[in-house]
């Protein structure tokens, strides 16, 4: 059974940084690739970033162009562990940011970043961006 748990939300000021954890069990992130999507209130949720592991040691990630140059993801697959570093944060950055699961024999060569293409999902963390 797969499951993931997000942490490290909170609230962050303008300009400043926050990191997202996401731990996973039940599954490896050798065989999985994970995302990060978020939240705004009242909309539907949209990818931030996604990581697939390429062999046990080297990945590589996507992300959206909003969040380019601004948020890095990465992993720990000793811990089986995926981070999401946000920095510059905007107060447009406010969220509910949801860590996701898919195994790469369902998505291919794909590192996805649609809410559709993963089926397994943490419970959330929230992220307030304000002064």
């Known amino acids: 059974q797969v499951q993931l748990v997000e942490s490290g939300g909170g609230l962050a000021q303008p300009g400043g940084p926050l990191r997202l954890s996401c731990v996973a069990s039940?599954?490896?992130?050798?065989?999985?690739?994970i995302g990060w999507l978020r939240q705004f209130p009242g909309k539907e949720r949209e990818g931030v970033s996604c990581?697939?592991?390429?062999?046990?040691?080297?990945?590589?990630?996507e992300y959206v162009d909003s969040v380019k140059g601004r948020v890095t993801i990465s992993g720990d697959n000793t811990k089986n562990t995926v981070y999401l570093q946000m920095n510059t944060l905007k107060p447009e950055d406010t969220a509910v940011y949801f860590c996701?699961?898919?195994?790469?024999?369902?998505?291919?060569?794909?590192?996805?970043?649609?809410?559709?293409?993963?089926?397994?999902w943490g419970q959330g963390t929230q992220v307030t961006v304000s002064s």
């Open positions: 996701a699961a898919v195994p790469k024999a369902v998505v291919g060569r794909d590192c996805p970043l649609r809410p559709s293409q993963f089926d397994s």
């Open positions: 990581l697939r592991y390429r062999d046990r040691w080297t990945y590589f990630a």
């Open positions: 039940g599954i490896t992130l050798d065989d999985y690739v």
